[in-house]
């Protein structure tokens, strides 16, 4: 069975694990990744670090597909949208306390797990022993 990325659920609660904490929450942002609206004049090799403290910002949302927000830079109004894949990781800037992110791939199609297999695929009721007491159960490596 195929699963959403887990990416946007660990951001909003690192986000406020964060802030509950009393510290500042920095993101890190692949500012060449599709989609990204960030001033690229503050750009470093390709990233960008973001304050996203509720006092530096408005109008933040974080959804499963993007944080975007309203700051400034410089002075200057500014809309910034992230979304998700972009986010390479997020921590208090004060203790250096989060996460950092591996890049995601695109889902393979649903298969079984290697080594695991289903001793009885057609019955919805738990194997039993000859005896006819429950089986423990087993896994078994395929090579």
């Known amino acids: 069975m195929s699963m959403t990325s887990n990416r946007p659920y660990l951001i909003r609660a690192f986000y406020e694990w964060i802030i509950d904490n009393d510290c500042t929450p920095y993101v890190v942002v692949d500012a060449l990744c599709s989609e990204v609206s960030v001033p690229q004049d503050f ?67 649903a298969q079984s797990p290697v080594g695991v297999v289903d001793s009885n695929p057609d019955s919805d009721k738990p194997p039993t022993s000859p005896g006819g007491g429950r089986k423990k159960p087993s896994l078994k490596i395929i090579k």
């Open 43 to 109: 750009v470093t090799d390709g990233q960008i670090v973001l304050n996203i403290a509720p006092r530096a910002i408005t109008e933040l949302e974080m959804d499963n597909a993007a944080v975007s927000f309203n700051t400034r830079f410089g002075g200057v109004p500014t809309s910034i949208y992230l979304p998700m894949k972009a986010i390479m990781g997020i921590y208090a800037r004060e203790n250096g306390q989060g996460m950092v992110f591996q890049e995601e791939r695109s889902p393979e199609p």
